[in-house]
């Protein structure tokens, strides 16, 4: 079962009288790849430094095995980090690079007196040599740093944090010079490091498509809150508000009203989906993802658009769809062209419905709004049970 390691309570950080982070509550767990996921500012550098000992949060507490740490310095925890800007020493090669945390003395008590203790060398040279071995730099050790990549040099990076052989490994924005290849071969390296050691890795990206390839939990920030905290397919699949469904993957975001349980009304018409325990007529945020909706001829559709832009994207095109003013990305396999009149059956669980939020009507809408809109809109809805949309 998994063993919790990390535990912040109530973290609130303020800077004079801005707050930058607010009532954080989260727990992480041994071996457990974590990302801290959001836009730039949100406060993942921030509860990233906490967790390290960095900066002390203003009010709450930090817990690492139960054990409160909030006031203990960095280098007392079984944490390392690497920064979002790495810096290696330069007049130093690989091998020593990697040396350098082993080679600083650590102080011991022998025979109730303190001293200070050095690895001996063999010890010394078998971990370095072993940490590179991990991350794939076998043969490099005499290398300056500066004839590296930049991929091989953020590999050094991480053999420098993880021979101490933390507990817990820190890191911000580690891939965010790199290349896009060369970002996704770091992904997957990564992954396999933080397997093969089997350690804790807690991840600070913006990057949502690398917070959903390399996470076992990813928590979504914005402006110093949670917003939610789950596994790549919960927060892709059951977003809880309109700004994570727009920050995870691309949506369409329209209002609607929850009749009753399965049962949700929007452009007009009611559709089943899969969500319940909903006030009854409850105004909320339905989502629809790009790639959930099917195209059919216009008369076999729930409901009828014309298409008004189209990009190819290589695996799928981007078809912007306008439903009296109201525009939808759609991603199909097909190509329709601009002009075309087309229909579009959802399934009940291509529908995925939200509580509205302090983030309703920002996201999730492919086009200004129009006055069709308000039209189609009208609270004098009349109710059509007989075409495809909804059925008893
Ligand atoms: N030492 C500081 N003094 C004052 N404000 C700060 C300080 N450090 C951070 N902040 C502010 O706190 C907020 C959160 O910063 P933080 O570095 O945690 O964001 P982030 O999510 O890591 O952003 P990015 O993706 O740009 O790195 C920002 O508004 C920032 O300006
Ligand atoms: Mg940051």
New binding site residues.
């Given amino acids: 079962m998994a063993k919790e390691l990390i535990r912040l309570v109530d973290c609130c950080?303020s800077?004079?009288d801005?707050q930058?982070?607010d009532h954080i509550n989260l727990y992480i767990n041994d071996r457990e790849f974590l990302t801290?996921l959001?836009?730039?500012?949100?406060?993942?550098?921030?509860?990233?430094?906490i967790i390290g000992g960095f900066t002390t949060p203003t009010s709450g507490k930090v817990l690492f095995d139960g054990q409160e740490i909030s006031s203990l310095p960095p280098h007392l925890r079984q944490v390392n980090t690497v920064f979002?800007r790495y810096a290696l020493f330069p007049h130093l090669n690989v091998f020593e690079n990697v040396a350098f945390g082993l080679r600083i003395p650590r102080r011991e008590e022998i025979n109730g007196k303190k001293k200070k203790v050095k690895l001996p060398e063999e010890e010394i040279r078998r971990r370095v040599l072993e940490m590179l071995e991990v991350v794939s730099l076998k043969g490099f050790e005499e290398r300056h740093v500066g004839e590296l990549s930049g991929g091989q040099q953020q590999r050094v990076a991480i053999a420098r944090a993880l021979v101490n052989r933390p507990k817990v490994l820190l890191l911000?924005?580690p891939l965010g010079a790199l290349d896009l290849r060369l970002r996704k071969d770091m992904q997957s390296e990564l992954k396999r490091i933080q397997q093969q050691m089997g350690i804790t890795f807690i991840y600070?990206t913006?990057d949502q498509e690398e917070a959903l390839a390399m996470s076992d939990t990813i928590v979504v920030?914005d402006q110093?809150r949670i917003q939610q905290i789950g596994t790549p397919e919960d927060v892709y699949n059951e977003p809880k508000n309109a700004f994570v469904a727009d920050f995870i993957g691309e949506s369409n975001i329209l209002d609607g009203i929850m009749h009753q349980d399965y049962v949700v009304e929007f452009f007009n018409r009611k559709f089943k989906c899969l969500d319940k325990g909903f006030a009854p007529m409850e105004p909320v945020d339905v989502v629809i993802r790009p790639e959930d909706v099917d195209i059919v001829p216009v008369e076999e559709g729930q409901l009828r658009g014309t298409v008004t832009a189209v990009t190819f994207k290589g695996v799928h095109y981007d078809t912007i769809v306008d439903f009296k003013g109201y525009k939808w990305l759609i991603q199909t396999t097909d190509y329709h062209p601009v002009g075309r009149e087309i229909g579009i059956v959802l399934n009940p669980d291509d529908i995925h419905i939200m509580h509205k939020s302090s983030y309703s009507g920002m996201f999730g809408d492919y086009s200004s709004y129009s006055e069709e809109y308000d039209e189609i809109n009208d609270p004098t809805y009349v109710e059509d049970g007989e075409e495809a949309g909804y059925e008893e």
Avoid: A, I
């Avoid at 959001?38 to 430094?49: D, E, I, M, V």
């Fill in positions: 950080m800077y004079d801005t930058v982070l801290l959001g836009p730039s500012g949100c406060g993942k550098t921030t509860t990233l430094r979002q911000d924005e600070v913006h920030m110093g």
